[in-house]
Nanobody, 127 residues
Framework: QVHLVESGGGLVQAGGSLRVSCAAS????????MGWFRQAPGKERDIVAA????????YYADSVKGRFTISRDNAKNTAYLQMSMLKAEDTAVYYC????????????????????WGQGTQVTVSS
């Protein structure tokens, strides 16, 4: 069982930047693909970005491409989502997730594909 804890959310002005982190309780996280999802009020949870176990293969939703960067530090069992040029429509609860498939060289973008989820961190962008 891997426990994931997000942190770093908060209130930021439009155009600003914020980095959210995802810390894992188990060393095995470093071998798992992971992703970031977000859910805005009244909307479904959607994929934001995803990466393979190494961080070399990445995916971004069109809405964040060029503004967000996903990365991971496997030595620290931690993943990050660097968000810049934030917009009001980026306001949501951000969740990290990990898929229990060690060493997978690909990323996964389906919510149903992930085994472990964090509790989420609120990001609010004021316009």
């Amino acid at each position: 069982q891997v426990h994931l804890v997000e942190s770093g959310g908060g209130l930021v002005q439009a155009g600003g930047s914020l980095r959210v982190s995802c810390a894992a309780s188990e060393r095995t996280f470093s071998s798992y693909p992971m992703g970031w999802f977000r859910q805005a009020p009244g909307k479904e949870r959607d994929i934001v970005a995803a990466t393979d176990w190494s961080g070399r293969s990445t995916y971004y939703a069109d809405s964040v491409k060029g503004r967000f960067t996903i990365s991971r530090d496997n030595a620290k069992n931690t993943a990050y989502l660097q968000m810049s040029m934030l917009k009001a429509e980026d306001t949501a609860v951000y969740y990290c997730a990990a898929k229990q498939r060690a060493g997978s060289p690909t990323y996964y973008i389906g919510e149903y594909e992930y085994n472990y989820w964090g509790q989420g961190t609120q990001v609010t962008v004021s316009s």
